[in-house]
């Protein structure tokens, strides 16, 4: 399951460090190519609300080996694309795999431990997406400089492959749960919405992952252009990023102890800060790794905030909220990307990264209110 979130996260975002090259082969612009991302969000939102449904009495190891063999075909299609089109569709499959894998992680992981080990075993299944974050980005990037954005992805199927063996030996039998059916499953998710304080901190959580990755979708063409690094350097930077983040991760826990909510309303004020520092420090390449790093330490960490958030606030509904929590990000990095790429394509990294600090900063508001909607003990 770690390894499999490893390749998924890895398949994920593997667009971002490859976006110019792929952008140029395919005969579109970095804004569209960065569609790819927001395509992957949209299809994982639908498969997180509606796969307890499609799934229906099927063996939860059996669905887990059909996504992860999707996944591995998802890379084959998108390294072999012959036009925008198919690239597109390589990427829709992805977010397929994304909404199904993580909408049953938690719940796969409770069923193959002992209770008093799940916490264990959901940090090494998250180990996995961790590491993701610090090799992924510089790993694809330097695989794209020495054989091409096709063959980067290509070197995701074997990856695939290996994690379907894995899991096909060593996953036990998982027998469906017995749970509301049909529809009434989509309409118990959306009735948390009538508890309170959940919708505010939906709307917090939404914009947050909408800010961030409405500018990190487009930090290599930024890098590029603005700074100009080349290839070697630009990986360096992405895995600073990814180490910064790794050790965000590691360091947010004790940090959330401390003040849960002071946490989660600091994040978003400093990626905001960044944000727009890097439109004015743009060309200056040490302030730039310097910030970068600061937005890796405090991104990658804050979905753990918001998981937390959700077992603080679902106490006996964590799995629901969890989905909801899903489809809420997975739609949000697709509006993201989307809305990033359309301001970057028609007026410039600018325009782009002053819309990231503003739904940052509106995160951050939305996070203070909802943090006084918290019963007063």
């Excluded at 009434?184 to 709307?203: E, S, T, Y």
């Excluded at 930090?219 to 992405?238: A, G, K, Y």
Aim: a positive charge.
């Amino acid at each position: 399951m770690s390894i499999c979130a490893f390749a998924l996260v890895a398949s994920e975002f593997m667009p971002v460090s490859l976006l110019t090259p792929l952008a140029a082969d395919l005969h579109v612009s970095e804004g569209m190519a960065g569609q790819g991302i927001a395509i992957s969000g949209a299809f994982a939102v639908v498969t997180s609300l509606f796969i307890a449904v499609l799934a229906g009495a099927l063996n939860r190891k059996t669905l887990l080996l059909s996504l992860t063999a999707a996944m591995g075909l998802s890379g084959a299609i998108v390294a072999l694309s012959p036009n925008y089109f198919t690239y597109m569709l390589g990427r829709a499959l992805i977010g397929v795999v994304i909404g199904g894998f993580w909408s049953m992680s938690a719940a796969t992981a409770i069923r193959l431990v002992p209770t008093a080990q799940v916490p264990r075993a959901l940090a090494i299944l998250n180990g996995g997406n961790a590491l993701a974050t610090v090799v992924a980005a510089p790993l694809g990037a330097y695989l794209g400089a020495v054989i091409g954005w096709r063959g980067a992805f290509l070197c995701l199927v074997p990856v695939a492959l290996t994690t379907l063996a894995w899991q096909w030996r060593a996953l036990p039998s998982m027998q469906a749960p017995e749970r509301t059916t049909g529809t009434g499953q989509v309409f118990q998710i959306f009735g948390l919405f009538k508890r309170r304080g959940v919708g505010l901190g939906m709307a917090a959580s939404s914009l947050f992952f909408m800010g961030q990755f409405a500018l990190f979708t487009y930090l290599r063409p930024f890098l590029e252009t603005v700074t100009r690094v080349q290839v070697p350097t630009l990986s360096l930077i992405l895995l600073v990023i990814g180490a910064a983040g790794f050790i965000g991760t590691l360091l947010i826990g004790k940090a959330l102890e401390r003040g849960f909510y002071q946490t989660l309303v600091a994040i978003p004020l400093v990626m905001a800060t960044i944000a727009a520092s890097l439109i004015t420090f743009g060309s200056w390449m040490a302030v730039v790794v310097v910030l970068l790093a600061i937005w890796g330490l405090a991104g990658t960490a804050a979905p753990v905030g918001w998981w937390a958030w959700v077992a603080k606030t679902f106490p006996h509904d964590a799995e629901t909220g969890g989905g909801l929590l899903v489809a809420v990000v997975q739609m949000a990095i697709a509006l993201g990307s989307t809305a990033g790429g359309l301001l970057f394509d028609r007026q410039g990294y600018q325009s782009t990264f002053v819309a990231s600090a503003l739904m940052l900063l509106v995160a951050a508001v939305l996070t203070v209110m909802t943090s006084r909607t918290e019963p007063r003990t």
